[in-house]
C-alpha cells in the first residue's frame, strides 16, 4: 500500500508534468476509438436502411449483387416482364408484389443548365414512386408524380440545387432527353446514401429509364402463413429467374452488408494506421517524459532506497503512475473518440452522406480496446525508465550529479541502431532491383521498418555531429545564447534523439508521400506527352460513363478531322484449356490516331483488325501466348466467340491490369448493341489549324450537358494533378495527428527540461542573463532539436519514397522527382513547429524567481 500511496502522491505532485504525456495517449486512443465508433456506426446505418427497405422476399437484378455495377456500365438493368407481378401475386402465401423500374444511369439538369446531381461520384437514381418508397421517404410534400411530364425530387437535392415544385428539369438517360414538371418534394425518413433521387409514375419510369415495360426488381411481402424461406423458394418457381435473384429479406440484407463491409474494412483499417502511427509517436513522448521525471528525482529515490525500498518497489511506483497517466488518458480519449466519430458523421453530411447520431453505434469492445490499448502502450513506454529507477543506489542520495549514464549501454545501442538502418537500406535496394512488384512490396517493407527502427535506436549517436553542423549555421550567430542552445541540445543525447524521432516519423511519412505523389504525377505527365495524339479528352465531371446522347453530340461536332471513344469490356479468356478474366478496352478505327500504343510484338493496327485483339506483354507472359495464337473470349453479355491474337502491348502493367485492345467492331459481333456498355471516354482531334474553333465547336454541342468536361492535354494533366494532391492532402491531414502528437513531444520535454535545469537558470540569471536572452536560448534549443528530427526525416522519407517509386516503375510509372518545394517547406514548418513549442516553457523559465531558482533542491 505504501508503494502506491507513494505512486500517488508523486503523480499528482507532478501531475502538470504529466500533462501533456496524457494529452498524447487521449489523443492517439480518440483516433483508434472514434475510428471503430464511426465505422460501426455507418454500418448500423446501411443495415438499417437495407433492412427497412426491404420486403420479405426480393426478386433483384443481377448475379451476384453486381446489378448496380452492371447499370452503370451499360445504361440498362435486366428488366422482367410485366407479368411476373401477376405470377408472383398468384403464389400461394404472398400478400402484395411491388414492380420497381429504376436506373442509375441519368443526368437530371436543373432551369440554370447545372447538374442537380451529386459531384462526388454518388449516383443519380432513378425509380418509379411506390407504396415501398415510404419505408424510407416521408410523406410527400405537394403531388406525387403523374403523367410523362412529371417527377417528385428527394429534398435535399431540392435544397442543395435551389429547386422547387413548379421548376422544370430535363432528364438525361440511356433512351434520350426528356422535359419533366417538379410536382412534389419528399425527405429522407433514413439516411441519404448521398444520392439524388429522381421519382416518375411507373409507366414513365419504364419509358424514360428502361425503354421497355416491365420491372428490374420485384418488392414481396408475405401473408404472414410461411416463413421468408418458403415463400422465396415458391416465388423463384413460379417466374423465370435468368439474370435475377430471389432472396429473403435477411439474404438481401446480408448480401447489400457484404458488399459494403469490404469498403468500411478498408475504411477502418486506414485510419487504424494512422492511429498506430500517433501511437508510436506518443511511445516517444512517454518515454521521454519518464525518463526525466526519474532523472530529476534521483536524490528523492535514493533517499528511498535508503530507507529500505527494494528496486521492484521503485519499479513499481514509477509503473503505477504510469498506470495512473494509462487510465486517465485511455478514458479521456475514449469520450473525444465519441466526440470525432460525431465530427466525422458531420462532415460526411458536407458530402451528402446524413448519418444520425440516433443510429451511434458504441459497442462494449469499443472502451475496453481503447482503454487497454492505452494503458498498455504507456507501461511498455514507461517500462524502461522504471528499470532505470530502479537502478539507483541509495548513495546517490548523497549526489547532485543527477542519474549517471550508461556509456556502454550508449555505444551498443549505435552499433544496434547503424545495423539495422543499413540491413534497411539494403531491403530498400533490393527493391530496386526486383523485377516483380509482390517482392518488390516485400523488400520495401522490411527496408522501412529496419530503418525506422534503427534510426529510432541510432539517432542518439548522430546528435552530436548533426546538432554541431546546425549549430555552426544557425546557432552561433547568436553569440554566447547561440552556444548555450548548443549545448543544452548535446546535454543528453538519448533525450534529444527521442524528442527528434517523434517528429522524424511523421516527417519521414510526409516526405515519402510528396516524393511518390510527384513521382507518379511526373510519369503520368510523360506518358500523356508521349502517347497520347488527340487534341481534346472528353469525360463526365462526375466518374460516370458518357451517355450516348452525349457521345453522339461529341462525334456531330463541326471542326473535328476524327472522333474515337473507348469503351471498358470484360471477359472471360480461355486458351489451352486455361481460363482467366481480363478487361478490354474497346475502341474504334480511329483510335490509333488518338493514342500511340507501344507494342512489343506484331502491330496496333493488327490487332485492331476484325476477329484479333491485342493484349499485355504480362499477360501473355503468364498464359504463355504469343502473336497468332487462337483464344476463346466470351465478352460480358455476349456469345462465345474465337478471336486471334493480333499483337502484344509493351509491358509495364501487372497481369491483372494488363493493357488489352479490342476493336469495337469486334465486340459488337457477339454483344447486342443493348449489352455494350457505355463509352467512358471520347478523344477527338481538331481539323488543322482549327483548335480553337473546335473547342467552341466541342463545347457548344456539349453546352446541354453539364456533366461533360472538354479537356485538352495540359487541361487532363492538370486534372491528374489535382487528384493526386487531393488524395496526398487527405493523407497529410490525417498525419497531422502524428506530428501534433510529436509537437506535444518537443513542448513535454522543453518544459521539463526547464524544470531540471531551475537552479542553473537561476545561476545563470543572476550572473546577468537576461529574460529576454534565457527566452531565445530555449527557442533556440527547440528549433535546433525539431531540425534535427526534420533532417532524419527527410533523408529517411526519400530513401523511403525513392524506393516505393521503382514499384510503380514495374507499373510503368518510371520517372523519380524529387519534390523540393516540399522539402524546403518540411524544414521551414519543422522551424516554425520548434519555435512554437517552445514558447510556453521559454515564458515559464522567463518569469523564474531568480533566488527561488538557486535555491530549488
Given at each position: 500500500m505504501s508503494v502506491v500511496k507513494t505512486s500517488l502522491r508523486n503523480f499528482f505532485a507532478h501531475k502538470g508534468r504529466m500533462i501533456l504525456s496524457g494529452a498524447a495517449v487521449a489523443l492517439?486512443?480518440?483516433?483508434?476509438?472514434?475510428?471503430?465508433?464511426?465505422?460501426a456506426t455507418m454500418q448500423t446505418t446501411f443495415d438499417k436502411l437495407f433492412a427497412e427497405s426491404a420486403s420479405d422476399v426480393m426478386v433483384a437484378p443481377g448475379e451476384e449483387s453486381r446489378a448496380m455495377e452492371e447499370s452503370s456500365s451499360t445504361g440498362r438493368f435486366d428488366v422482367m416482364p410485366p407479368e411476373v407481378i401477376g405470377d408472383i401475386e398468384a403464389v400461394d402465401g404472398v400478400d402484395?408484389?411491388?414492380?420497381?423500374?429504376?436506373?442509375?444511369?441519368?443526368?437530371?439538369?436543373?432551369?440554370?443548365?447545372?447538374?442537380?446531381?451529386?459531384?462526388?461520384?454518388?449516383?443519380?437514381?432513378?425509380?418509379?414512386?411506390?407504396?415501398?418508397?415510404?419505408?424510407?421517404?416521408?410523406?410527400?410534400?405537394?403531388?406525387?408524380?403523374?403523367?410523362?411530364?412529371?417527377?417528385m425530387i428527394d429534398g435535399e437535392t431540392a435544397s442543395s440545387s435551389g429547386l422547387g415544385i413548379g421548376d422544370t428539369v430535363r432528364i438525361m438517360s440511356v433512351n434520350g432527353t426528356t422535359e419533366h414538371t417538379i410536382t412534389g418534394v419528399v425527405d429522407f425518413a433514413t439516411t441519404n446514401p448521398g444520392a439524388a433521387v429522381v421519382y416518375f409514375d411507373t409507366d414513365t419510369a419504364q419509358q424514360v429509364l428502361l425503354g421497355a415495360e416491365g420491372f428490374t426488381s420485384v418488392?414481396?411481402?408475405?401473408?404472414?402463413?410461411?416463413?421468408?424461406?418458403?415463400?422465396?423458394?415458391?416465388?423463384?418457381?413460379?417466374?423465370?429467374?435468368s439474370g435475377v435473384r430471389v432472396l429473403t429479406n435477411a439474404e438481401y440484407t446480408q448480401e447489400n452488408q457484404d458488399a459494403l463491409g469490404a469498403f468500411f474494412n478498408v475504411i477502418q483499417y486506414v485510419l487504424l494506421g494512422f492511429a498506430g502511427i500517433a501511437l508510436l509517436v506518443g511511445i516517444f513522448l512517454i518515454v521521454n517524459t519518464f525518463t526525466m521525471l526519474v532523472a530529476q528525482r534521483t536524490r528523492e529515490i535514493g533517499?528511498?532506497?535508503?530507507?529500505?525500498?527494494?528496486?521492484?518497489?521503485?519499479?513499481?511506483s514509477v509503473l503505477i503512475e504510469a498506470l495512473i497517466l494509462g487510465v486517465v488518458g485511455s478514458v479521456l480519449g475514449f469520450l473525444l473518440g465519441v466526440a470525432l466519430a460525431v465530427g466525422l458523421m458531420a462532415l460526411m453530411g458536407a458530402f451528402g452522406l446524413n448519418l444520425s447520431t440516433d443510429d451511434l453505434t458504441i459497442s462494449t469492445a469499443v472502451p475496453i480496446t481503447g482503454i487497454v490499448l492505452g494503458i498498455t502502450v504507456t507501461l511498455v513506454a514507461a517500462y524502461f525508465p522504471a528499470r532505470r529507477a530502479g537502478k539507483i543506489t541509495p548513495m546517490a542520495a548523497l549526489s547532485d550529479a543527477g542519474l549517471p549514464g550508461d556509456k556502454r549501454a550508449g555505444r551498443i545501442r549505435a552499433i544496434v541502431g547503424a545495423v539495422l538502418t543499413v540491413a534497411g537500406a539494403l531491403m530498400l535496394f533490393?527493391?530496386?532491383?526486383?523485377?516483380?512488384?509482390?517482392?518488390?512490396?516485400?523488400?520495401?517493407?522490411?527496408?522501412?521498418?529496419?530503418?525506422?527502427?534503427?534510426?529510432?535506436?541510432?539517432?542518439?549517436?548522430?546528435?552530436?555531429?548533426?546538432?554541431?553542423?546546425?549549430?555552426?549555421?544557425?546557432?552561433?550567430?547568436?553569440?554566447?545564447?547561440?552556444?548555450?542552445?548548443?549545448?543544452?541540445?548535446?546535454?543528453?543525447?538519448?533525450?534529444?534523439?527521442?524528442?527528434?524521432?517523434a517528429l522524424m516519423i511523421g516527417l519521414a511519412l510526409v516526405t515519402s508521400l510528396a516524393v511518390v505523389g510527384s513521382s507518379m504525377i511526373a510519369s503520368a505527365t510523360e506518358e500523356i506527352d508521349r502517347s497520347i495524339g488527340a487534341d481534346f479528352i472528353v469525360q463526365t465531371n462526375n466518374f460516370q460513363p458518357v451517355l450516348p446522347e452525349a457521345a453522339e453530340a461529341v462525334r456531330n461536332a463541326d471542326n473535328l478531322s476524327a472522333v474515337s471513344e473507348m469503351r471498358g469490356v470484360q471477359a472471360e479468356v480461355t486458351a489451352d484449356g486455361d481460363s482467366f478474366d481480363q478487361g478490354f478496352s474497346a475502341v474504334d478505327e480511329s483510335f490509333p490516331d488518338m493514342m500511340r500504343v507501344e507494342m512489343s510484338e506484331g502491330s496496333f493496327a493488327d490487332a485492331l483488325a476484325p476477329g484479333a485483339v491485342a493484349i499485355g506483354a504480362s499477360r501473355a507472359d503468364t498464359e504463355d501466348l504469343s502473336v497468332g495464337d487462337e483464344i476463346t473470349v466470351t465478352f460480358e453479355g455476349g456469345e462465345e466467340t474465337t478471336l486471334t491474337i493480333g499483337g502484344i502491348t509493351a509491358p509495364g502493367s501487372n497481369p491483372d491490369a494488363s493493357p488489352a485492345y479490342v476493336s469495337l467492331d469486334t465486340v459488337r459481333e457477339s454483344v447486342p448493341e443493348s449489352e455494350l456498355p457505355l463509352t467512358w471516354m471520347l478523344m477527338a482531334i481538331a481539323?488543322?489549324?482549327?483548335?480553337?474553333?473546335?473547342?467552341?465547336?466541342?463545347?457548344?454541342?456539349?453546352?446541354?450537358?453539364?456533366?461533360?468536361?472538354?479537356?485538352?492535354?495540359?487541361?487532363y494533366k492538370a486534372m491528374i494533378e489535382d487528384q493526386v494532391g487531393q488524395l496526398l492532402n487527405m493523407v497529410y491531414g490525417l498525419l497531422a495527428l502524428a506530428i501534433i502528437v510529436a509537437v506535444l513531444g518537443v513542448v513535454n520535454t522543453l518544459a521539463l527540461s526547464v524544470v531540471e535545469r531551475t537552479r542553473e537558470i537561476g545561476l545563470m540569471r543572476a550572473i546577468g542573463l537576461s529574460r529576454r536572452q534565457l527566452r531565445r536560448m530555449i527557442r533556440l534549443e527547440s528549433i535546433v532539436i525539431a531540425l534535427f528530427g526534420a533532417i532524419l526525416g527527410v533523408a529517411m522519407g526519400l530513401a523511403w519514397g525513392g524506393a516505393a517509386q521503382q514499384i510503380l516503375a514495374l507499373e510503368g510509372m518510371g520517372i523519380l522527382v524529387l519534390p523540393w518545394g516540399t522539402i524546403v517547406a518540411v524544414f521551414i514548418g519543422a522551424a516554425v513547429v520548434g519555435l512554437l513549442a517552445a514558447l510556453v516553457p521559454a515564458f515559464r523559465a522567463g518569469r523564474m524567481n531568480i533566488l527561488n531558482a538557486i535555491a530549488t533542491e
Open positions: 492517439s486512443v480518440a483516433f483508434v476509438c472514434g475510428t471503430l465508433v464511426f465505422t402484395t408484389a411491388v414492380g420497381v423500374a429504376e436506373s442509375v444511369s441519368l443526368v437530371a439538369v436543373g432551369p440554370d443548365n447545372e447538374s442537380v446531381g451529386p459531384t462526388t461520384g454518388a449516383p443519380t437514381i432513378g425509380l418509379n414512386w411506390t407504396h415501398v418508397e415510404l419505408r424510407t421517404m416521408e410523406e410527400p410534400q405537394g403531388a406525387l408524380p403523374e403523367g410523362p411530364d412529371e417527377i418488392y414481396v411481402d408475405g401473408d404472414g402463413s410461411v416463413s421468408d424461406e418458403v415463400l422465396r423458394d415458391r416465388v423463384a418457381e413460379a417466374i423465370d429467374t533517499l528511498f532506497r535508503a530507507i529500505g525500498a527494494s528496486r521492484k518497489q521503485v519499479n513499481r533490393l527493391t530496386t532491383t526486383a523485377e516483380e512488384t509482390g517482392a518488390a512490396g516485400g523488400y520495401l517493407g522490411l527496408g522501412i521498418l529496419l530503418t525506422l527502427v534503427g534510426m529510432v535506436v541510432f539517432a542518439p549517436a548522430l546528435v552530436g555531429g548533426i546538432v554541431k553542423a546546425l549549430a555552426v549555421v544557425l546557432l552561433r550567430i547568436f553569440g554566447p545564447v547561440g552556444r548555450l542552445a548548443e549545448r543544452n541540445a548535446l546535454r543528453n543525447p538519448n533525450r534529444t534523439g527521442g524528442t527528434a524521432s481539323d488543322e489549324g482549327q483548335l480553337d474553333v473546335a473547342r467552341e465547336s466541342l463545347e457548344t454541342a456539349l453546352d446541354p450537358m453539364p456533366q461533360m468536361e472538354v479537356r485538352d492535354q495540359a487541361e
